[in-house]
């Protein structure tokens, strides 16, 4: 269930996302789903690639310093009331959701999650029936 | 192990004995040879008769890099040009090259000098040494050169540049010491490390110089790599690498007294100051052939202690340099010394000690803003997280050069690493 998410640690500079986005490209290397958070003076682009070990090389050789960082991938059906739910599930098991974004999987919508403490977070989620995709499930989806 | 223990560790009088004999010798010679000096003496009412020994140097004019351009390219060699048998110069960035000249004894000398730091540093007849200061007019080169051989080490002279090459020949040949600028090791640091070769390697020290470095990175770079670091300290109006050198308990750089006479100035006076008290470095050459200079302003700033060293070594020692007079940046009236910056960096940890200052006039206030490269080892998965380093930063900064600074985080290794000289500073401001 840990997704392995790329960190990447970026200047606001002109092209600078679009050399980030080049060199996976041309690796072969697909974005399944992708945020940016930044503020006026650099950002940080999260990633979700089919191939991170690859993704991560890559990108060093390019001179572009990506980190791992493990995330979930949390299903959330398309009802009322679902996302609420997932995120009691997460507080109750004392862990914080740091930063969400959303995965497209089709009909149903995905999200994915960063939280303080992510195992018994799984265990928690697991229990009350959520259901999240695996590594392997979330690497393959194209967009 | 000392080079030359009778030298090395004369005793204070022997010291001042034997530069009051070198001194007297060397001014009449000046005097005889030199016209540039023996002008400026009659100038001052000064006869060679009037230097009587060590403690008359003070009557003796100061020397500055321009009068060196003044005489471009030899005018103020005191040998015939048929005893000069090298020549270096500096490069000439603003103006003119300074040029200076070596007679065979000058050579000799220099290799003496080197070899006394590097036996200070562990280096002998077993090592391998790997030269990676550039080879050519600068003096780094030859001058460490010379002196490995003169140890009776193995020399690989690789001069600057070619970063893989010179990994590739450090694991295959099993060099034990580098000679290189502080700059170029960190550089090579962090190349050995991403190319996973740190444990792969026997370097067991580093002989560095020819720009001023921190405590802080020198156990930045021991850390990593596994190795002692040494100072060599020159230049090359002096000599070239080789004036002074710190030893194993790194209690400052020991000057080679019996060639070259320290002395510590107010550069605002010009008058000297109390032992121990910081102020401008000032050499007068007591063997030098070629080109002897009196009282020659170096511009780096220091303090001279004379105490005994715990090596056994007894003379004259200069501290850690504190900045030089000419890259002290005046900012919003304040006195801004480079180092001060990479002092506060590695003191805080999570950054590279690689920085860059822009000094900026933005509606008559000038601005200073700090790039900073976030550590490769930092995990940069937060905005909270980079925007507390860069407070902590911010603060650490503020209190280590007392103005306030605007601090940029940069991308882990954009800054540009230099196989020289680094660049530490643009000052963008218009001055009229
Ligand atoms: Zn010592």
């Known amino acids: ?143 | 192990m000392i080079w030359n223990e009778t030298k090395e560790c004369m005793s204070r009088d022997e010291i001042q004995t034997l530069q009051s004999a070198r001194l007297v010798k060397m001014v009449n010679r000046v005097y005889h040879n030199v016209e540039f000096y023996r002008k400026k003496m009659q100038q001052m009412g000064l006869e060679p008769g009037d230097i009587q020994g060590i403690e008359d140097i003070t009557k003796l004019p100061y020397t500055t890099k321009d009068d060196l351009r003044d005489n471009y390219p030899f005018g103020l060699f005191a040998v015939p040009e048929s005893e000069i048998v090298r020549v270096h110069a500096s490069s000439g960035t603003t103006g003119k090259a300074t040029v200076v000249g070596y007679t065979r004894r000058d050579i000799e000398m220099w290799s003496e000098c080197v070899a006394r730091v590097l036996t200070m540093g562990g280096v002998g007849r077993n090592d391998k040494v790997q030269i990676s200061y550039g080879y050519g007019l600068f003096t780094g080169g030859l001058g460490a050169h010379y002196g490995a051989e003169n140890v009776g080490a193995m020399v690989i002279p690789l001069s600057t540049g070619n970063t893989k090459k010179q990994i590739t020949l450090m694991e295959d040949f099993g060099v034990t010491t580098i000679c290189c600028t502080p700059s170029y090791l960190m550089y090579l640091t962090e190349a050995l490390e991403d190319a996973g070769k740190v444990d792969k390697i026997k370097l067991k020290s580093a002989i560095c110089g020819a720009e001023p470095w921190t405590d802080g990175m020198r156990n930045e770079i021991e850390r990593r790599l596994g190795i002692t670091a040494y100072d060599i300290y020159g230049l090359s109006e002096i000599l070239g690498p080789g004036v002074a050198g710190d030893c194993e308990h790194h209690t400052g750089l020991h000057v080679y007294e019996d060639h070259f006479v320290p002395e510590i100035i107010d550069p605002k006076t010009l008058q000297p100051v109390k032992e121990g008290t910081v102020g401008e470095l000032v050499f007068t050459t007591i063997t030098k052939e070629a080109l002897p200079l009196f009282r020659y302003r170096t511009k780096d700033l220091t303090s001279i202690s004379y105490d005994k060293c715990p090596c056994g070594r007894t003379m004259a020692r200069l501290s850690r340099f504190q900045g030089r007079s000419d890259d002290m940046l005046i900012i919003r009236g304040v006195n801004v010394f480079p180092s001060q910056v990479e002092a506060a960096l590695l003191e805080l940890g999570g950054v590279t000690p690689n920085y860059l200052l822009v000094v900026d006039r933005i509606n008559n206030l000038d601005t200073l803003e700090v790039q900073v490269e976030a550590d490769d080892n930092f995990n940069f998965d937060e905005i909270r997280e980079l925007e507390n380093m860069t407070k902590k930063i911010t603060r650490t900064l503020e209190q280590a050069l007392g103005i306030a600074a605007h601090v940029k985080l940069v991308e882990p290794k954009t800054l540009a690493r230099s196989e020289g000289k680094a660049k530490r500073v643009i000052d963008n401001r218009k001055l009229l």
């Open chain 1, 1 to 143: 269930m840990l997704i392995k998410q790329l960190s990447v640690f970026i200047e606001n500079r002109e092209g600078r996302l679009l050399e980030v986005t080049d060199v996976l490209a041309k690796h072969d290397v697909n974005i399944v789903t992708l945020s940016l958070a930044d503020t006026s003076e650099y950002g940080i682009l999260r990633i979700i690639v089919s191939d991170p070990e690859k993704g991560r090389e890559v990108l060093k050789e390019a001179g572009i310093s990506a980190k791992f960082t493990e995330v979930i991938a949390v299903q959330v059906p398309n009802k009322s009331g679902e996302l609420q739910h997932i995120l009691k599930v997460v507080s109750d098991a004392g862990s914080n959701i740091e930063y969400m974004y959303v995965l497209s999987t089709g009909i149903n919508s995905s999200v994915i999650v960063k939280v303080t403490d992510t195992l018994p977070v799984i265990e928690a989620l697991k229990k009350s029936g959520v259901t999240m995709y695996t590594a392997e499930e979330v690497y393959r989806f194209q967009a």
